[in-house]
């Protein structure tokens, strides 16, 4: 079955740096991404990247945050810097599959790791 382990959140102070991983296994993943979601906000793209290397990223994090991926272990890294108390959420792991009989894609996602960011 598909699985999704997530590590790296924690507690750090504004200006300073995190970075997260999330290991993806049972499958093939033609694109893995990270989500946020704060208090009483929606869930949203931070960035998220294909097998290709092609990247997208929320335009609130760009020149901040790199997001990577290690085809080969299904590993997706999310390098945080002068991370903003605006930061603070719960940051989940996404992964989609595709159905290979109906080319029917899936999202998986992990249980989330919590970024704090303190002033």
């Known amino acids: 079955q598909v699985q999704l382990v997530e590590s790296g959140g924690g507690l750090v102070q504004a200006g300073g740096s995190l970075r997260l991983s999330c290991t993806a296994s049972?499958?093939?993943?033609?694109?893995m991404g990270w989500y946020r979601q704060a208090p009483g906000k929606q869930r949203e793209l931070v960035a998220s990247?294909?097998?290709?290397?092609?990247?997208n990223y929320a335009d609130f994090v760009k020149g901040r945050f790199t997001i990577s991926r290690n085809n080969r272990q299904n590993t997706v890294f999310l390098q945080m810097n002068s991370l903003k108390p605006e930061d603070t959420a719960v940051y989940y792991c996404?992964?989609?599959?595709?159905?290979?009989?109906?080319?029917?894609?899936?999202?998986?996602w992990g249980k989330g790791t919590l970024v704090t960011v303190s002033s």
């Open positions: 996404n992964a989609k599959t595709t159905h290979q009989a109906t080319l029917y894609v899936s999202d998986h």
């Open positions: 049972g499958s093939i993943f033609n694109a």
């Open positions: 990247i294909t097998t290709g290397g092609s990247t």
